[in-house]
Structure formats: C-alpha cells, structure tokens
C-alpha cells in the first residue's frame, strides 16, 4: 500500500516528506496507522551519521491504530491503541533475564535499517529505501512492528500524546526508576533539562528523592525542571557546577545522570557525586570518558544505561498510570508540528526551543 512519510535523504540532509510503498504485515508483524510520533535525539544522530547505504524513514517513537496483524500475531488485534518502542529478539540471554535494551540484537534490529533478515517492507518509486528504524520507522502514515514492540495502551488518554513513551521518556525515567533505583531521602544530579533529563526528575520525584538538582545552560529549561520536579536548578554557564553541587548535598549527590554525551560534563557528573554514589550514562559519544581515577576508585560507579533497562509491556502502562494520576506530567514537555514541518521540529529540537517535539499526521 501507500502511505507517506519523511525520508532522510542522505547524510545530513534535511528531511522530505514523499510517498511511499510498505508491504502488507507478514505473519509476526503488525501494520500500524501512525497517529503522531515524537522526535529523539538519536533520530537526529542517525540522520547525520548515515550509516546506511540508501535513504531511510527514521521515526521511533510512534502511536497509532493497528489496522493489519499477521497471522502469528496473538497479543494485538486490528484497532488496538498502541505504543511503539525499541525492538529485541525476545530470545537471548538478555531477554530471557528481562533486560531487551541489552539484547544480543539490539544494535541490528534498531539501527540496521532493515529486518533481521536484512529486507526493508518500504519502497519508494519501486526503489530500495531502508526502514525498521528501532522496529518501526514511524515518521511515516504507515509502520510495520512487531508484537514484541507495539505495546497496547489504554484508550481514555490522547493517543498523539503518548510515542515518546517509547523511547525518550522511559530513558530518563527508568534510568532512575529501573536502573539507579533511587529510593526515598535520596540525593540526585541530572545533567541535561532535555525530554530525557526531565523525565529523569519527575521520576526521581515519584521515587521521593529529597534533593533533585537539575543542570543546564538554558534558563527556560531550567525554569522547566523546577516546575516538574527539580528542588534546586544550576545554571553550567553561570556557577560552579560541582561545588555548587557538592553544597547542596552535604558533600556529594547519591545519584547522577549525564543525558549531555559531553565529556567534560559527564566528568562533572562523576566529580559531584558523594562516595559510593552511582552515576548512569544515559547519553552517547565517540569522545574517550576521563574521569579522575581516584573519585572512581573511592567506590563510585558508572554505569551505561540503554532504554532506562526498561521491560516495555510493563514500564510504559506504569508511566501511563503515573500521568493519569497528575503525577508524571511529561505532557508539559511536549509542542506538536505536522509532519511537513519535521525539518523545523528538527531545529527547533536541536537549538532547544522545543524540549519534545511531537509529529502528527
Ligand atoms: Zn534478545
Ligand atoms: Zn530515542
């Protein structure tokens, strides 16, 4: 069938938005109707580290109506809400043991711009186009998942409102939720007010964290933190972010989070932890880390962190209970733009005028 949807040309291109072909769902697939899909960061980095061969359809935080479901498929029907998130085999060890964001395949099943038997369901003018972004490529009317990674929601919340569920917003919230396991009384840094960062705060407020500093350059944002969650805001360019830090907590924090991918700030992240203390490694980068082996070796830990160790079928109906009950607004985070306006949701992503932004179709 046709549907349409932004392509990412080639490396560092702006996106176009074109029709498409997609193939009908085979028999563990699911055809889905994208009703909106938010816009990571990570879809950025892709699009211009472009490491595919053709064009691709990005897009990995989708939400929509199952319309088609193959004849395997037994935990959708056609009309199921659904929540499309990061895709694993269900398989291998690390799924066996409840941890599908350290799949053996999670790099090929999310980034490797095909199925895992490398054919793409999507066609343009009867051409190869890549597609399968993290299970789903839903930057497009139209998506092929899988069970496994379509998570059925409930209907009484806005559906256009709940993709980044998907990816950005159980990254932060379950690195302290899942991952850190932050409990009541605790202390915790986030670095970075972004989507990711954020949701990290409200989190560490559900968990009855009592100190919850948010860091950032961007007083609008910080402004933001401080509404959602955060007791205390530090301005990086202004102040002395460790010292600062390192007062407000008697010493150090128990927890931090680097959601930045910027070297110097994830050694600031290790630095204004307290003895013991656990910083997780939310974000990516090619740089080396250096951290000053003697605060490692006092007993702190730094620990990567993939999809917040989320279980999705079990963390993104939890969020979704959390937000019904007032207590986890990440619908403040949000702006929405059509999906021909995706290279403005890009800009606007980039220079941090929109914290999460939303595509609809
Ligand atoms: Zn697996
Ligand atoms: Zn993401």
């Keep these: 069938m046709r549907t349409t949807a932004a392509i990412a040309p080639a490396k560092g291109q702006p996106f176009v938005v074109e029709p498409i072909e997609i193939e009908e769902p085979r028999a563990d697939e699911v055809l889905v109707r994208i009703v909106a899909a938010g816009m990571c960061h990570t879809d950025l980095g892709f699009r211009d580290m472009f490491p595919w061969d053709r064009p691709i359809v990005l897009g990995h935080e989708g939400a929509g109506i199952v319309e088609r479901v193959g004849a395997n498929v037994t935990a959708l029907v056609p009309g199921d809400r659904v929540v499309l998130t990061f895709d694993s085999c269900g398989r291998c060890r690390r799924c066996a043991r409840g941890k599908p964001s350290y799949c053996d395949q999670f790099r090929p099943r999310n980034f490797g711009g095909a199925r895992a038997d490398r054919s793409s369901a999507l066609k343009r ?207 403040r985070l949000v702006r929405y733009y059509p999906l021909a306006e995706i290279n403005q949701a890009a800009q606007d992503s980039l220079n941090g005028e929109t914290v999460k932004p939303i595509l609809t179709f």
């Design 125 to 331: 003018d009867g051409g190869p186009l890549a597609g399968h972004f993290f299970g789903q490529s839903s930057f497009s009317g139209h998506a092929i998942a899988t069970e496994r990674n379509a998570i059925k929601v409930a209907d009484d919340l806005p559906l256009e409102r709940l993709g980044p569920l998907g990816c950005g917003i159980i990254t932060g919230a379950g690195a302290v939720l899942n991952s850190l396991g932050v409990p009541t009384g605790a202390s915790i840094a986030v670095f970075g007010a972004g989507a990711v960062g954020i949701s990290g705060v409200m989190a560490a407020r559900v968990a009855g964290a009592t100190t919850i500093i948010a860091v950032d350059v961007k007083p609008a944002r910080l402004a933001l933190a401080m509404e959602l969650g955060a007791t205390h805001i530090v301005n990086a360019a202004q102040e002395d972010v460790v010292k600062r830090i390192r007062a407000l907590t008697l010493g150090g924090a128990d927890f931090s989070i680097d959601t930045t991918g910027v070297p110097d700030v994830l050694r600031q992240a290790v630095v204004a932890l307290a003895t013991l203390g656990v910083c997780g490694v939310i974000a990516g980068s090619e740089a080396p880390m250096t951290l000053p082996w003697r605060d490692v070796l006092y007993g702190r830990t730094v620990r990567g962190i993939l999809e917040g160790d989320a279980i999705p079928s079990e963390f993104i109906p939890l969020l979704i209970e959390l937000h019904r009950q007032g207590r986890f607004p990440f619908d």
